[in-house]
């Protein structure tokens, strides 16, 4: 048996199919988990890309810039 921790209390909890919260160790976790992404508690870094400097309006100051 393969037990993990609750990333949410750090409980030790069994990893298999008999726990439907898993990762989790309960619902209440697995709530209080997505309420923290729901909150932008947790979030994802964003790299910048190439689009994001075409439509950042830089287009404007340089008309030699293409969109292709």
Do not use: H
Request: hydrophobic residues 30%.
């Amino acid at each position: 048996m393969t037990m993990i921790a609750c990333p949410t209390c750090q409980k030790k909890t069994e990893w298999s199919t008999d726990n439907v919260d898993r990762p989790f160790c309960s619902a209440k976790c697995k709530l209080i988990d997505l309420g923290e992404w729901a909150s932008e508690s947790y979030a994802i870094p964003q790299q910048t890309s190439d689009e994001e400097e075409i439509f950042s309006g830089t287009l404007e100051s340089d008309p030699n810039k293409s969109f292709l």
